[in-house]
C-alpha cells in the first residue's frame, strides 16, 4: 500500500562515487503529488541519491540512500531499492500483555478478543497465569474486550477497555471479574419467622377454644331458665 506523508532528499552525486557522503549536493525534497507518489523535476542529467528523512506517521524510516541515474531527457524514473521495489517502510509495533484477575481466583481459559488498526481482530485465551501476551501489534488503539462463553458464564464481564500500542513498548490492559449473584436453593426460610407464624397461629386456636367454651356455657343457662 502506498503511503503518505513521507519526506525524501535528493542529493546530486558531486564526486561520482555512486556513495551518499558529506561533498553531495543536496537538490532539495520530493512533494508528495498524490497519495504515496514523491517527484521532483528538471533534473539535470547524472547521478543523484533519494534518502527518506521523515517516515509516515507509524512506520520505521528507511535508512538507506537510493541511487538513480539520469540519462534521458524528459523521461521519468522510479527509485528502487536492491530487490527493485521502491522504498519500502516496516510498520512501528510494539506488545500488549492482557492481566486478568477474578474475585474467586479463577483465572485460566477466558477468552479476550482484540480489535484495532487496520482492521486486526483477533481471540485469545488466557494461560494458567491468567495472561495474554501478543507481539507485532502496529502502534495505535485497540479493544480489549472479555468474550462471554462457557468460561465466563458465572462472572459478570468487565467494560471493554480502549489501549494504545506504542513503538517498542508493551501495553497492559488489566481486566477484572467479578463473579455473579446466584439465587440461593432449598428452604431459606428464617427459624424465627416460623416460630412468630406459629405463636400467633397457637394463639389464635387459644382463643377459639375459649369462644367455643363461653358460647357452650350460655347456651347451657338459657336453657336452665
Keep these: 500500500n502506498k503511503l503518505t506523508g513521507a519526506e525524501f532528499e535528493v542529493y ?3 564526486n561520482g562515487n555512486k556513495e551518499l557522503d558529506e561533498g553531495d549536493e543536496l537538490l532539495g525534497k520530493l512533494e508528495e503529488t498524490s497519495t504515496g507518489i514523491y517527484e521532483m523535476s528538471h533534473i539535470l542529467y547524472g547521478g543523484v541519491f533519494v534518502k527518506e528523512t521523515k517516515a509516515p506517521e507509524g512506520f520505521l524510516l528507511d535508512e538507506n540512500a ?30 500488549l500483555r492482557i492481566e486478568k484477575t477474578s474475585s474467586d481466583g479463577n483465572v485460566e481459559g477466558f477468552s479476550f478478543r482484540v480489535t484495532g488498526a487496520n482492521g486486526y ?6 494461560d494458567k497465569n491468567g495472561e495474554i501476551f501478543i ?10 474486550s472479555e468474550v462471554s462463553d462457557g468460561a465466563s458464564a458465572n462472572y459478570v464481564l468487565p467494560a471493554d477497555k480502549t489501549v494504545t ?7 497492559v490492559a488489566e481486566m477484572h471479574n467479578e463473579l455473579r449473584d446466584t439465587p440461593k436453593t432449598g428452604d431459606d426460610s428464617k427459624p424465627w419467622l416460623w416460630a412468630a407464624l406459629m405463636g400467633v397461629s397457637a394463639m389464635g386456636a387459644a382463643a377459639l ?4 367454651y363461653v358460647g357452650k356455657r350460655k347456651k347451657g343457662k338459657n336453657t336452665v331458665k
Design 209 to 212: 377454644g375459649v369462644a367455643a
Design 135 to 144: 507481539e507485532g501489534l502496529r502502534v495505535g488503539d485497540y479493544t480489549v
Design 12 to 14: 546530486r552525486d558531486t
Design 121 to 126: 481482530d483477533q481471540t485469545f485465551k488466557t
Design 66 to 95: 537510493y541511487y538513480v541515474e539520469i540519462t534521458e531527457n524528459g523521461k521519468i524514473y522510479e527509485v528502487e531499492n536492491e530487490a527493485g521495489i521502491g522504498f519500502t517502510n516496516m510498520a512501528q509495533t510494539g506488545s
Design 165 to 171: 500500542i506504542f513503538a517498542d513498548k508493551t501495553t
